[in-house]
């Protein structure tokens, strides 16, 4: 369904992405090329066309949190 969504030219914002994984498991010891590796896209998933980092102060990024708990 997502996909064929996209092919039509609809826009789909996530707050998540595949990179965040290998970020996240890297950061815990994990070996970064494994990782790399376990992506979706080498699973021929659909890759992000754009990837945004925001740099907030960590008080910010708690109320997250609040939106969903």
Avoid: H
């Avoid at 064929?4 to 090329?33: H, Q, W």
């Amino acid at each position: 369904m997502v996909e064929s969504k996209l092919k039509a030219g609809n826009t789909l914002i996530l707050d998540r992405c595949p990179y965040f994984g290998v970020a996240f498991s890297s950061a815990k010891r994990v070996d970064v090329e494994w990782c790399k590796v376990m992506t979706p896209q080498n699973f021929g998933l659909l890759a992000p066309d754009l990837v945004l980092y925001l740099d907030i102060p960590p008080e910010v990024s708690c109320l997250y949190q609040l939106f969903y708990f």
